[in-house]
């Protein structure tokens, strides 16, 4: 059985990943105190004796917001960490998995990007240390993997998903919701399905867009969120400017796969049929 070293488990993702990987692999899942992501790290060492088939990297510092009044600390933990930790698995010969961003791309293209794509110029710092971590990473480790996903949603939140369900819960009669911008939802349960394919095809390497299929506003995501609730709510419009933010957002980082068809992988399912799907599933309220 192949052992995976997974970091990051207890976030949104790691923390489904975790449960995901156990049916079907040996995984070791470090703590951040066991192994923090930082250039102080010696991921060398802590990997030549777990001895990994596969390192997945889902830990990062995601707050958007966070980061961008703690500069330092998100460069060390989304930039220089990864860098490292992508030597450690250069020279031990370690697959590499690594989790990227949409944030990677500036969002002023006006159709959704794809792995052909340059990235650069996200308008705040998280998505520019998560662009600088994918070119350190791929100069460390021309043999990395990097999955860029998008606007997760998922059983332990928070999220938006999550926040309009509660909303929907407590019996709100209008909620509303951002319009001009737009992206990829992605359910964190289709990223558990195929983020194994991954690790299991060895000739795959470099940059894949790895999210449900669409390019959707916060907006309609609520109307479908509500509709499948069944509830009479009324989910309106609003600008932007009306939920001022300290990190300024994107205008449009939707993306579409070209690689995933060119790796005869699978596609990612339609983001309409995912968040129905979790809807349905999780709509009662968790115990
Ligand atoms: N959420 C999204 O919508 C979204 C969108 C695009 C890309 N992504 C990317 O997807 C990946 C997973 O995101 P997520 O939403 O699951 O993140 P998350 O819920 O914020 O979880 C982050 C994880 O990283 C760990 N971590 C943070 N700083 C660390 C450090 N210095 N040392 C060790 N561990 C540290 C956290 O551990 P603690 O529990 O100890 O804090 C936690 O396990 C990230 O690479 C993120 O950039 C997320």
Redesign the pocket.
């Known amino acids: 059985m192949k052992r995976i070293l997974l970091?990051?488990?207890?976030?949104?993702?790691?923390?489904e990943l975790l449960q995901g990987l156990n049916s079907s692999y040996e995984v070791c899942a470090p703590?951040?105190a066991e192994?923090?992501?930082?250039p102080q790290t010696d991921f060398y060492s802590f990997f030549q004796q777990t001895k990994p088939h596969t390192v997945v990297?889902?830990?990062?510092?995601?707050?958007v917001d966070y980061c961008e009044s703690h500069p330092e600390?998100a460069e060390?933990?989304?930039v220089l960490?990864p860098q490292k930790l992508a030597e450690a698995c250069r020279k031990l010969n370690i697959r590499l998995i690594?989790?990227?961003?949409?944030?990677v791309f500036s969002g002023e293209k006006g159709s959704p990007y794809t792995e052909e794509d340059e990235i650069g110029g996200n308008p705040n710092f998280?998505g520019q240390t998560?662009e600088g971590a994918e070119k350190a990473i791929l100069k460390a480790n021309p043999e990395a993997i990097l999955l860029?996903?998008?606007?997760?949603?998922g059983k332990?939140g928070p999220?938006f998903v999550s926040s309009i369900m509660d909303k929907l819960r407590a019996g709100s009669t209008r909620i509303q919701a951002v319009e001009d911008q737009f992206g990829s939802p992605?359910s964190?349960a289709d990223l558990c399905t195929h983020i194994p394919y991954f690790i299991e095809r060895e000739n795959v390497k470099g940059v894949f867009h790895l999210v449900n299929e669409g390019c959707v506003s916060r907006l309609e995501m609520a109307k479908v969120i509500a509709d499948e609730f069944g509830s009479v709510c009324e989910v309106c419009g609003v600008t932007s400017k009306n939920f001022p933010r300290p990190a300024k957002r994107p205008k449009n980082t939707s993306l579409r796969s070209l690689r995933l068809q060119e790796a005869k992988l699978p596609p990612m399912p339609n983001w309409e049929a995912s968040l129905r799907e979790f809807v349905r599933k999780n709509q009662k309220a968790p115990e």
């Open positions: 970091t990051g488990a207890t976030g949104r993702l790691g923390s703590t951040r192994l923090p992501l930082s990297n889902s830990g990062a510092l995601s707050d600390e060390e933990t989304n960490a690594h989790i990227s961003s949409d944030y998280y998560k860029r996903v998008a606007w997760l949603y332990k999220d992605t964190i």
